[in-house]
Structure formats: C-alpha cells, structure tokens
C-alpha cells in the first residue's frame, strides 16, 4: 500500500535523491551547492567535518578531496564506518576536554577547512534552540582557533536570529570574508543558514596551542 505523504514526512526530492546515488543523508545536498558556489573545498585539501553523523558530508568530501586529500569526521555518535581510504572518524562530543589532543592523535596537522553541520536537538522553544546553536558555534570557532591553519576557511551552520550576530563578532575579527548562504536543499520552513568564512587568520587573544 502506498504510504500517504503527512505533513511529518521528510521524504522529499532530495531524500530519494541522496537514497539513490547512495549518500548517507540528504544534507549532503546544502554541502555540494555550498561547494559548487563557493569552492570551499578542493582537491588535496585536509579537512575537519564536525557533527557528521551519519556521514554523508564525509563521502562528499573524501570524493572532493580525492586520495591526495584527507577528511576527519566528528561526532558524538557512532558514525558507521566508510570504505573511502581518505576518511577517518571519532566518536567524540567536541566539549570534552581533550577534544584537540584527540584530534592530533589522528592528524598533527592543522587542516585547511574545518566544517560543521553540528545541531543540538530542536527544543521547539526558539530562543533555547537559538542560544544552544550559538553555544555549539563559539566552541567551533575556538576549534578553529586551534586547528585551522592560516588563510583557511570555515563553514557553520547557524540560525536567523537576533542572538546568531554575536557569532559575527567572532568571525570578523578571524577571517579575511565570510558570506551567509541558504542552500537550495535547506528546508523552506527552517530558518537554517550557513556562514562560509574565508581565509582565516589568527586574533590576537586566540590561545596558540600548536
Ligand atoms: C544534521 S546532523 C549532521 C549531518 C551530516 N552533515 C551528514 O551529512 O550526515 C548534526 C550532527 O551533530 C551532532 N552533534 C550535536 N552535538 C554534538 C556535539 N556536542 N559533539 C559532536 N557532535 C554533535 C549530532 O549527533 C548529529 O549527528
């Protein structure tokens, strides 16, 4: 029988399209227009993916990347291990105290683009959700301190709203640009947006742990 499409169902074009060419999640979606417009991501580049369960953003960028490129995904979930040689993953909430030794243990390097699709669980109530966002990007942008090199870009994930312009703050005084950017696969109901930041340099109040 033919299931009715109600108004909780989340299968949409880009479900069945992610399901078809065999990405773990539809997000990758915002991730590929995101590239395509931006050139974030290239070839060779070593990359951070933060909050990436279940994986799709990883297979998209270990496939942009390619095998001269790495990608290290994070997440407090478990994320179901992928054949791509260029991929490694940890199980890892990004507060926990020894997140950068954790990551050095995998990569001593710092990366040339860090991205973060991370997201707390929707509350409904907008300005918890808002501030738990907020919270979840000031420790991405202090990772970013740490673990980006130089002239490096970063991409996050925020929400519209009055409590989102103190991230910008933040990123003014690191990165040379940044840009917001709603990506076509992004929900038309949800206030979602993506900050691409280019080039970043270091402020003078960051704490230089490499
Ligand atoms: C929208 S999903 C990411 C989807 C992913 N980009 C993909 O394409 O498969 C957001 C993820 O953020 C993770 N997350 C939320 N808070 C986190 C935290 N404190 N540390 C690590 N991961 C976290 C969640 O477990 C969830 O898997």
Not at 105 to 121: G, L, P, Q
Not at 157 to 171: D, V, Y
């Amino acid at each position: 029988m033919k299931r009715k499409k109600g108004r909780g169902d989340r299968r949409d074009g880009y479900y069945w399209l992610a399901k078809k060419m065999g990405y773990r999640s539809r997000a990758v979606y915002k991730l590929i227009d995101i590239n395509k417009s931006f050139e974030v991501i290239k070839e060779g580049d070593r990359v951070l993916d933060l909050g990436a369960a279940p994986g799709g953003w990883l297979q998209y960028i270990s496939e942009a990347v390619g095998i001269d490129g790495y990608v290290l995904g994070i997440d407090i979930r478990p994320i179901k291990p992928l054949e791509n040689k260029n991929v490694d993953t940890i199980t890892k909430d990004i507060f926990d105290d020894d997140i950068i030794d954790t990551i050095r243990s995998k990569y001593n390097k710092r990366f040339d683009v860090i991205t973060s699709d991370i997201s707390a669980n929707i509350s409904g109530i907008w300005d918890v959700d808002v501030i738990r966002s907020v919270e979840l990007n000031k420790r991405v942008i202090d990772l970013a301190d740490n673990l980006l090199r130089r002239g490096g870009n970063l991409i996050i994930k925020a929400f519209e709203g009055k409590e989102t312009s103190r991230l910008f703050k933040l990123i003014k005084e690191r990165f040379r640009a940044y840009r917001i950017y709603k990506p076509k696969a992004s929900r038309k109901r949800s206030s979602e947006i993506y900050i691409i930041c280019f080039g970043y340099k270091p402020p003078k109040t960051s704490k230089k742990v490499l």
